[in-house]
């Protein structure tokens, strides 16, 4: 008897099983069983044949290793944290028929994670010297909440907001008041409710104080401060678009009436529909952002895997390349692509390590090491130029 979940959720048995597939591979795999043909191949996954010049971020490793974990099959890959432009950033060998059900669900792990962790990067390098959380799982399938804030975290972001992620990342969720408190208490009541928080609240959670919900941005800023004084470490400022106006001088006028009134530490936190190009105009004038959809909502890295060699021999289909590939990082930061079987350039730092070696997973995933990785990448590759004229 089949169970049906209360949620539309494909479970992780399922995956694990390759049941998560296309249909086409599943009448693949009865066609070649029928014909009893199942060759030896080398299958890539790629988003550009060529290094283009515009970077993105490698993630989902992990996941995509324990998907295709006891699979009787030899796969080498990008170290998660990797920028690439091109060329394979993941290669599978093995006989076709003991991996080819699996295609479907490795591409989503590995599409979706690198598009997230892409577009926080480019918020980390929007604001590189400002705190930057990530807050937008609430515009995605609570299942994909792991993945994002994981993604989050490796591309150098301070901090989440979703409590589920905590046990995949090893940190606490970050996050204060919403509006509802505020209108829970009630109009003209703000001081009872920031009040409230900082009674109720363990002493570990910063006293940042919502200051937008009934009145004007500075009226409520200050009212905060009268209210929780030395206490108030920030205040927050999520302002409804449609109420913004020009948010740059709000925010200015805010920390022009904090500073006159000696509250110079007291700092601006800033979230609501925040984009690099936000977070560019005001980075200036405040110490942090909250960034949602521009994360969440990230459009996947638009992957494909297809094999490359057949029984030993290059075998592609039309515009793809055909032939087992190596991929090196170059002295002057950059990609080269090239056969497997050739030597690569010179001072050229091979990037494809050993992922899985028949069945068995012979790499470590330390989310920290791998947020230092696409550090050092993001210098090496100027990210921060790639950013900037976007």
């Known amino acids: 008897m089949v169970t049906v979940s209360q949620f539309d959720i494909i479970t992780a048995e399922t995956i694990k099983r390759g049941d998560a597939t296309d249909a086409y591979f599943d009448r693949t795999v009865e066609t070649l069983d029928h014909a009893g043909t199942n ?14 010049g515009e970077f993105e971020l490698f993630a989902g490793v992990k996941d995509a290793a324990h998907l295709l974990e006891n699979l009787p099959i030899d ?13 394979p950033v993941f290669q599978i060998e093995g006989t076709y028929l003991d991996f080819a059900r699996y295609e479907t669900a490795l591409l989503g792990f590995l599409s979706h994670a690198s598009g997230i962790a892409t577009n926080a990067l480019e918020t980390r390098y929007a604001a590189p010297d400002s705190l930057v959380l990530s807050f937008g799982t609430r515009h995605v399938h ?7 804030e994981r993604a989050a975290l490796l591309a150098g972001l301070d901090g ?3 409590v589920a992620a905590e046990e995949f990342v090893d940190q606490q969720a970050s996050g204060t008041m919403p509006h509802a408190l505020m209108l829970c208490f009630g109009k003209g009541n703000q001081e009872a409710a920031w009040q409230a928080f900082d009674d109720a609240v363990d002493e570990s959670v910063p006293r940042i104080t919502l200051c937008d919900t009934f009145s004007d941005e500075v009226d409520e800023v200050l009212r905060a401060v009268d209210a929780l004084g030395d206490r108030l470490d920030s205040v927050r400022l999520d302002t409804t678009g449609s109420r913004r106006g020009d948010f740059e001088h709000i925010i200015r006028e805010v920390r022009w009436e904090l500073d006159a009134r000696g509250q110079d530490d007291v ?10 190009d936000t977070m ?3 980075r200036d004038h405040v110490a942090g952002f909250g960034v ?5 909502n990230a459009d996947p890295i638009d992957f494909a895997l297809d094999i490359v060699e057949v029984d030993r021999t290059p075998t592609a289909k039309r515009g793809k390349l055909s032939g087992k590939k190596a991929v ?15 030597s690569g350039p010179s001072n050229g730092e091979e990037l494809l390590e050993p992922l899985i070696r028949d069945g068995e997973i012979v790499r470590e995933f330390d989310l920290d090491e791998a947020s230092k990785r696409s550090n050092a990448n993001a210098e090496r590759v100027s990210f921060s130029d790639q950013v900037s004229t976007s």
Not at 75 to 87: M, N, W
Not at 267 to 274: A, P, R
Not at 328 to 342: E, K, P
């Open 142 to 148: 609570p299942t994909l909440g792991g993945i994002i």
């Open 267 to 276: 700092d601006i936190f800033v979230s609501g529909g925040i984009t690099p």
């Open 160 to 162: 989440f907001s979703n």
């Open 39 to 52: 060759p030896h191949v080398v299958a890539e996954i790629t988003a550009d044949q060529f290094p283009t």
């Open 328 to 342: 090196y990082r170059t002295s002057n930061g950059g990609h080269h692509v090239g056969l497997a079987d050739r």
């Open 280 to 282: 560019r105009d005001l």
């Open 75 to 87: 796969v080498d890959a990008l170290p998660e944290g990797t920028l690439f432009d091109g060329g």
């Open 292 to 296: 949602g959809g521009y994360i969440s």
